[in-house]
């Protein structure tokens, strides 16, 4: 590692969400992009270019292995952002060149969610702690500029006068992933309930929290009733276009992963009062693209947001011929009609504040707030979640999940089986 007053960020995974970090970082100030890697040297290489097209690093180096992006002079910290199944590993393979003192890092930031399984997620901390590691939990939703600037506002004008709020509702919408590994249960960890609904969980415990305060510390987990279902993907005709778009994607009409989730999450607050997040998450909403609501409920007050209740919209008559894209919002599904335009995606959808902030953290030598153990608590929330919608009844706390695996992620759910 160099000292020095910019942090050189070296990234592990050069899928679809290292794009949306690459544009994340043109709002970082004090830290470069400096070193690539990932699972195909092709796609390593295409993010370095990208990366240096933007100008938020030069001379990116692509590096074979994570070893030798870990062992780099430049690189202080890294962000993880390869697939589920790999997280272990991944972790793994950084911290035992930390350990063996044959690198020298700052901090470690991973994607959502820590883990497939409670047990993934106690690991991957344990690893990071036991390599005394700076880390951050890559939940791009906490630092959506609508949403932090209405957290902020909500419990200055409204909470400080009538109360603290009691009941948060988040929804996750699209259309379903780009990438066969997410359609896999067991790369995935299950379905949408485990892709999307990690972003939810989150989002409405920290519209619950005070500005400042620890989630963990100040909500309380009492009790989770869930359901899951297989609405779209698990039909004959959309389990055939799933095999033709992925051919590696597992037979849908035998063993689906959730398309649909819903959950209720019951907490008592700091101040001891009961307190309700309501999570809703689906890859079978088809409409403009990705469709991410919250709300916050008060004594005396209410907020709302939607990303697709844009400032700009275009429409584009049926005369034109339009090629298929994603150039006006993520999860697009139409290319004519009245469209709404999200203008900066990585910045309304929260990536630019939370590398920003971790980079600042890591900086200064602070522990970020949004750490790795808020993704344990994550991956317990959603594990509860999945035993409840097994059951079909309440999970109440304490419960263990130590040895949980989801039926879906072992190909053993299917709603549709007589």
């Known amino acids: 590692m160099e000292t020095g007053q910019r942090l050189g960020v070296g990234v592990i995974g050069a899928g679809f969400i290292g794009s949306f970090h690459a544009r994340a970082w043109q709002g970082v100030r004090d830290?470069?992009?400096?070193?690539?890697?990932?699972?195909?040297?092709?796609?390593?290489?295409?993010?370095?270019?990208?990366?240096?097209?933007?100008?938020?690093?030069?001379?990116?180096?692509?590096?074979?292995?994570?070893?030798?992006?870990?062992?780099?002079?430049?690189?202080?910290?890294?962000?993880?952002?390869?697939?589920?199944?790999?997280?272990?590993?991944?972790?793994?393979?950084?911290?035992?060149?930390?350990?063996?003192?044959?690198?020298?890092?700052?901090?470690?930031?991973?994607?959502?969610?820590?883990?497939?399984?409670?047990a993934e997620a106690r690991e991957v901390l344990g690893l990071v702690e036991g390599a005394g590691l700076l880390h951050g939990y890559l939940e791009n939703q906490l630092f959506s500029p609508s949403i932090t600037r209405a957290h902020g506002l909500v419990w200055e004008r409204g909470a400080k006068a009538a109360g603290t709020p009691y009941l948060a509702r988040a929804a996750e919408e699209h259309s379903g992933p780009h990438n066969t590994w997410f359609w896999n249960g067991a790369d995935e960890g299950g379905g949408v309930l485990n892709d999307m609904m990690c972003h939810s969980v989150e989002a409405g415990r920290f519209l619950l929290t005070p500005p400042g305060a620890d989630t963990g510390t100040w909500l309380t987990p009492v009790s989770v009733t869930a359901s899951i279902n297989s609405l779209k993907w698990g039909r004959t005709r959309y389990a055939a276009e799933l095999a033709r778009t992925y051919p590696d994607v597992v037979d849908y009409t035998k063993s689906p992963s959730e398309d649909y989730a819903h959950a209720v999450f019951e907490f008592l607050n700091g101040d001891g009062e009961p307190v309700v997040v309501e999570a809703t998450t689906s890859w079978s909403y088809v409409g403009a693209g990705l469709r991410l609501s919250f709300e916050l409920l008060g004594p005396e007050y209410s907020m709302d947001s939607s990303t697709l209740s844009t400032e700009s919209r275009v429409f584009l008559s049926r005369d034109l011929q339009q090629g298929r894209g994603e150039d006006l919002v993520e999860k697009q599904n139409a290319e004519q009609g009245l469209m709404p335009i999200v203008s900066d995606e990585a910045m309304s959808y929260g990536y630019t504040g939370e590398d920003r902030a971790f980079t600042a953290d890591f900086l200064a030598g602070r522990q970020p707030r949004e750490s790795l153990a808020n993704g344990l608590q994550v991956v317990e929330l959603l594990m509860a979640a999945y035993r409840s919608a097994e059951m079909g009844q309440t999970v109440t706390w304490p419960v263990d999940l130590a040895g949980f695996t989801p039926a879906v992620a072992k190909g053993e759910w299917n709603p549709r089986r007589k």
């Open 31 to 118: 830290a470069d992009i400096v070193a690539v890697t990932s699972r195909t040297r092709t796609s390593a290489e295409a993010l370095a270019r990208e990366v240096q097209e933007l100008g938020v690093g030069a001379d990116v180096t692509v590096h074979d292995d994570i070893a030798a992006l870990v062992r780099d002079p430049r690189v202080d910290a890294v962000w993880v952002l390869t697939p589920n199944f790999t997280r272990v590993e991944v972790v793994q393979a950084i911290t035992r060149e930390v350990t063996s003192g044959r690198a020298r890092l700052i901090g470690i930031a991973v994607e959502k969610p820590l883990g497939r399984t409670v």
